[in-house]
């Protein structure tokens, strides 16, 4: 425990305490110089008015202090409150921006199977296109080669002075070839089909 002389308005006084000696003496100064100021205001009041009014007015200063200290206090609590309150706005907003991420991926990820997937529709429609454009070839030079032994069946026929035998033949290989024609066109048709389904797939 500290103790300490010190003079309050030329009164000497020891003052014991658990502060220390410079705390103290600092307390007494601020004691002496308020009794001061009230006995420049009221120059014949004795010591103990002086120092009534001295305490009176570091009592206010003192419930001053209070006031504004609650006021302080109320305003921190707010202000916790307040940083509370925009720490969970902040998660918040985190959690719907990691949200809105991981939709936006998958929407990515969705976006880039549908192209996968109408690429291969896609290729799948050009390589019928170019089977029918084959089947169409194969099939108009099967007409030409039918036109051309029909016309060959004629020319014997009208000639006469050919064998049975060759007329025979030649039925025979155009039956062939109207066979072959048939097919060609059922290949065809089903090439037109398949073409069609896919281009309606890729118009999807």
């Not at 120092?51 to 209070?66: C, K, P, Q, V």
């Not at 509370?84 to 990691?98: G, V």
């Amino acid at each position: 425990m500290e103790r300490a002389k010190v003079k309050i308005y030329g009164q000497e006084y020891t003052v014991s305490g658990d502060k220390t000696q410079e705390y103290i003496e600092r307390v007494a100064a601020y004691v002496d110089e308020r009794m001061r100021q009230m006995a420049s205001l009221l120059p014949s009041g004795s010591v103990s008015e002086l120092a009534a009014l001295a305490a009176l007015n570091i009592a206010d200063e003192l419930f001053s202090s209070w006031n504004v200290n609650d006021e302080l206090k109320g305003r921190s609590e707010q202000m916790e409150n307040d940083t509370q309150h925009y720490i969970q706005l902040w998660e918040e907003a985190k959690r719907s921006f990691l949200q809105y991420k991981d939709e936006a991926q998958h929407t990515l990820n969705e976006k880039s199977e549908l192209q996968k997937k109408y690429d291969e529709i896609f290729n799948e429609s050009e390589r019928l296109k170019e089977n029918q454009s084959n089947l169409e070839s194969r099939l108009a030079d099967a007409e030409r080669h039918r036109d051309s032994l029909a016309a060959s069946l004629n020319a014997h026929e009208e000639g006469r002075h050919d064998s049975a035998e060759l007329i025979r033949d030649l039925e025979y290989k155009n039956k062939e070839l109207e066979r072959s024609f048939f097919d060609l066109q059922m290949e065809n048709t089903q090439a037109k089909s398949e073409l069609e389904r896919y281009k309606k797939l890729v118009e999807q």
